[in-house]
């Protein structure tokens, strides 16, 4: 699967959950959005090898 985050782009092995691609990257899943495939995607949700995954930052504030 196609992975953007912080201005790279990973090319990571499919078949795990978006849960847990956050928990490899070490990424703070209360402060990132995920996209899959260009829709907002939450935790559980399936990442196959077709997948193309942007993780953004969330922007708070007032």
Excluded: T
């Excluded at 499919?14 to 959005?33: A, C, T």
Aim: charged fraction near 35%.
């Amino acid at each position: 699967m196609k992975v953007e985050f912080e201005d790279e782009v990973l090319d990571l092995e499919g078949g795990i959950s978006v849960r847990e691609l956050l928990i490899n990257l070490n990424v703070d899943s209360d402060r990132y959005i995920v996209l899959k495939d260009r829709k907002m995607a939450d935790l559980d949700c399936f990442l196959d090898d077709d997948s193309e995954v942007l993780i953004i930052k969330a922007v708070v504030g007032g």
